[in-house]
């Protein structure tokens, strides 16, 4: 479904060049829920952003469903960390929802039905007619969550998005996210610093070292695919995937090569 293929983006500079990404080569299949995780700074939300489409990478190619990403594709929908920015104050939370559905020239009744589920998958049936800044930080990320989800998105990235979130809220909307992906069944892309989160969520956990990036590890996290936060976290498994994650980062400080061990 997604194919990134020998990605470098260098920023350029008045006085230097910064080179975020070095060589980012992964591909995942359709339906797919892989999480990425890397220290701050590493170049995550780059990557993304030349994924979405919103940025040209300095060499190498991205490619969705066998087509080459040149700028934002229909059939993608993203979330950024700063949910507090991407709602707009002055739409209810309604219609912030349906704004980008109106973008893709969807008739009236096919967008109120779409609204009315992505709310009521993320338990804001309720809330439909308040505006943002009249809801909590958690709540306002499931409204970005629930616009991302109600355009009906093939893939679905995410960047750091519960970072400003408390603790509750947070473990609450990565049971979200896990739901809403078996039931829409789409490829998801969650990016985090969390390393428990990362093996919390995904399937598989790509690793990524420090910038100038490159892949450190590909993990494929075989654990059951019900999970609740307290019998997955204290499933010895979830310690020992954590710490491989853990020591993978480690090495990617020091500069070592990933474990090949097994
Ligand atoms: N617009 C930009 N211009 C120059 N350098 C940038 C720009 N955006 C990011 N960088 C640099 O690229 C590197 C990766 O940044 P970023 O992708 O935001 O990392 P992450 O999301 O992993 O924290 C950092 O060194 C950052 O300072
Ligand atoms: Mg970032």
Redesign the pocket.
């Known amino acids: 479904m997604l194919d990134v293929t020998g990605l470098q983006k260098i920023?350029r500079?008045k006085e230097r060049d910064?080179e975020?990404v070095r060589d980012l080569t992964f591909r995942l299949a359709e339906g797919e829920l892989a999480c990425l995780v890397?220290p701050?700074?590493?170049?995550?939300?780059?990557?993304l952003k030349c994924i979405a489409g919103l940025m040209e990478p300095t060499s190498g190619t991205v490619r969705l469903a066998g087509r080459d990403v040149t700028g934002p594709p229909p059939d993608m929908a993203v979330v950024f960390q700063e949910y507090g920015r991407s709602l707009f104050p002055w739409l209810t939370v309604r219609g912030n929802v349906e704004l980008p559905l109106k973008e893709k020239k969807l008739p009236k009744e096919r967008r109120a039905a779409l609204v009315a589920e992505s709310l009521e998958a993320v338990g804001l049936a309720d809330a439909a007619g308040a505006y943002p800044w009249q809801l909590s930080g958690g709540m306002q990320q499931r409204v970005a969550i629930a616009r991302a989800i109600a355009y009906e998105p093939r893939v679905l990235l995410m960047d750091e998005p519960f970072a400003a979130v408390d603790a509750q809220t947070r473990a609450d909307l990565e049971d979200l996210i896990r739901t809403l992906w078996h039931r829409f069944s789409m490829t998801v892309l969650f990016v985090t610093h969390d390393i428990d989160e990362a093996v919390y969520l995904g399937q598989r956990v790509l690793v990524l070292s420090s910038?100038p990036t490159v892949i450190q590890d590909d993990v494929a996290v075989d654990l059951p695919d019900e999970r609740d936060q307290l019998t997955t976290r204290a499933d010895p498994r979830f310690t020992e995937l954590r710490g491989r994650v853990y020591a993978e980062i480690q090495n990617a400080k020091r500069g070592t090569a990933a474990a090949t061990t097994d």
């Open positions: 920023y500079g910064v975020a890397g701050s700074g590493c170049g995550k939300t780059t990557l910038s």
